[in-house]
Structure formats: structure tokens, C-alpha cells
């Protein structure tokens, strides 16, 4: 049956492990895989504009032999003049993969429904599961333990609109990795309550856990992981949600905030605005593991395709 990977627990725990480690094998030798050779052709369509995203997987594909082909918002007839399931039939009978980043995750969904081929989400309102790899990626390349996975009992703390979806995200995938995640955000700005449940069960089960807190404070101490996103998610209103008045003001990331943790690192997944979510010394100083989590967009991307075309 053909896999596809449209949210961060689409993968079991012990499959999400596998997925890492062939990320870092292909880390460590970049050009040693070719499940593309063809070359095959995968097909990846941007509704929203990227620069790591699209640099990582057009890099990636190459790397594992294939061939990209950019689709930009506009020039498809992909859910306008044609509908999504219609769409996929079409690319099924030529494209290795497809990968999507857009807005519903509901369309996404219904790609893969009609598709023989994987289906891969590269961002969505409710979901960044591609960015959550190369992030328990970086984690455990720089905090990994003696834990099967190298990640479990970790614990990582995200501060700011715990209702996006880096949010659902790392509630997921870090539950998923038997992580602790901790979310301060403030009221009014918390994670789904479905997403959270699903979260809280997949921890339940891997001997982790999910808590929400206003109470940044918190959240930090003694975290192996400080993480952040920006204030205003891509395509969202930003009326009230940027600038001095923003509610995420208190869930800075900065230097007293990394004092009160366990001499966490640092992530965000970019791009960042210094002095807003995160303050420029924390982002450039030497907790910060932020450009090693961008380059493992490219080599966790890589992993997860080779995985899902092993699974076909």
C-alpha cells in the first residue's frame, strides 16, 4: 500500500526512527543513495512562497537521482480548473511522488485519497511535518541519548502562538519520538484540542508527554530545547499579532529565557525576526543549532523519500 506523509504521526515511532537514521546515513554520505535514478521525475507544487523548502527538496531529489519539477501557484490547474482528485490521477501515472505545500491540510488529504504515488506535505495551516525531521534531526545530532531513537525523555519547549502549525507539529513528533514538549503560549492561542488528544495518546504510548502552559518560566527550566516560530504564520492576518502589542511579547526566546533552561539549544525554523520571537545574540550565539537545523531539511527530506519509494 502506498505510504504518504501528510502529518507528523503518519509515521509509528519505530518508523520515524528509521526515517532519521537513513537521513543522517545520507548525511554523512550525501550521493550514496539513488532510488530516483531515471531519472524519475517527482513533482512538487508551491501555493505559498518557500526558500528552504524549495531549495531542499529540488537539491534533494537531484541527490537521490531524480528529477524536480516546480509547480508555482498560478501556473496549474491544480484545484481551480481541475479538481484535486483528477489532478492525481494524472500525476500517478507519471511522476515518482508529489509534494504540496498549501494551505488545507483537507486538500492535501484528498491527493493522497486519489493518488497511487506518496504524497508529501511540505507545509499546510495545520502541519510542518517535514520540518519536524529535520528537527529531531538536529536535536539528536547535538543532544541525543542512549534511548533506542536517541531522543526519548528529551524534553523540548515551544514558545509563541501554540495554535499554528509548527505547534501541532511538534506536538505530534515529539510525542511520536517519546519526547516531553512543552507549549507556553498565551490564552486564546493554544494547539487544536483533536490535535493535542492525538498528540497526548501517542504519548501515552512512547512514554512521553504533551503539557500547555501560559507560564513561559515554566516551560524553560530545565529544557533540553528552546524552539520558536515567527508570530505571524504564513497567510495569516497579521492584525494585532506582531509588533510591541503582541500577545507572544511575555514568550520570547532570549537570553534570560535560555538561562532559565538546562543550557538548552536553540532552534527556529525560519525565517526569523530578530528581536521579535527571538532576540539576534540568542539566534547568532553559541546555544544556537538554527543553521544546522536548515541544512537537515535537505538531508531529513531526503530520508523520508527514500523511505516512502522503499515502501511502494
Given at each position: 500500500m502506498t505510504r504518504h506523509?501528510?502529518?507528523?504521526?503518519?509515521?509509528?515511532?519505530?518508523?520515524?526512527?528509521?526515517?532519521?537514521?537513513?537521513?543522517?546515513?545520507?548525511?554523512?554520505?550525501?550521493?550514496s543513495a539513488k532510488p530516483l535514478a531515471g531519472p524519475q521525475t517527482v513533482a512538487v507544487f508551491f501555493d505559498k512562497t518557500s526558500t528552504r523548502t524549495r531549495i531542499s527538496?529540488?537539491?534533494g531529489i537531484a541527490d537521490l537521482g531524480g528529477s524536480p519539477l516546480i509547480i508555482d501557484s498560478g501556473a496549474s490547474?491544480?484545484?481551480?480548473?481541475?479538481?484535486?482528485?483528477?489532478?492525481?490521477?494524472?500525476?500517478?501515472?507519471?511522476?515518482?511522488?508529489?509534494?504540496?505545500?498549501?494551505?488545507?491540510?483537507?486538500?492535501?488529504?484528498?491527493?493522497?485519497?486519489?493518488?497511487s504515488v506518496p504524497v508529501v506535505n511540505a507545509l499546510s495551516d495545520d502541519f510542518h511535518p517535514c520540518q519536524l525531521l529535520a528537527d529531531l534531526l538536529t536535536i539528536r545530532e547535538h543532544r541525543g541519548n542512549d534511548s533506542a531513537g536517541g531522543l526519548a525523555g528529551l524534553t523540548l519547549s515551544y514558545f509563541g502562538d501554540g495554535a499554528n502549525n509548527m505547534a501541532h507539529s511538534y506536538a505530534l513528533a515529539g510525542a511520536n519520538a517519546g519526547m516531553h514538549v512543552r507549549i507556553a503560549a498565551p490564552e486564546g492561542y493554544h494547539p487544536d484540542a483533536g490535535i493535542l488528544a492525538d498528540a497526548e495518546d501517542l504519548a501515552a504510548r512512547t512514554g512521553g508527554s504533551v503539557s500547555v502552559t501560559t507560564d513561559p518560566a515554566s516551560a524553560a527550566s530545565g529544557a533540553d530545547a528552546l524552539v520558536t516560530d515567527t508570530w505571524v504564520s504564513m497567510g495569516q492576518d497579521s492584525a494585532g499579532r506582531a509588533g510591541g502589542e503582541s500577545p507572544f511579547a511575555p514568550y520570547q526566546v532570549n537570553a534570560a529565557r535560555l538561562a532559565e533552561s538546562a543550557d538548552a539549544i536553540v532552534l527556529h525554523c525560519l525565517p526569523a525576526y530578530r528581536g521579535s520571537e527571538i532576540t539576534a545574540d540568542v539566534l547568532d550565539g553559541p546555544n544556537s543549532v538554527i543553521w544546522d537545523e536548515a541544512e537537515n531539511r535537505l538531508h531529513a527530506q531526503k530520508g523520508l523519500l527514500a523511505w516512502l519509494l522503499a515502501k511502494r
Open positions: 506523509f501528510l502529518r507528523d504521526d503518519d509515521l509509528a515511532p519505530g518508523e520515524l526512527i528509521e526515517v532519521l537514521d537513513l537521513a543522517a546515513e545520507l548525511k554523512a554520505d550525501r550521493f527538496f529540488a537539491t490547474q491544480l484545484g481551480h480548473k481541475e479538481s484535486i482528485a483528477d489532478t492525481a490521477h494524472v500525476l500517478e501515472r507519471q511522476v515518482a511522488a508529489i509534494v504540496w505545500r498549501t494551505y488545507a491540510q483537507s486538500g492535501l488529504e484528498e491527493m493522497a485519497d486519489n493518488s
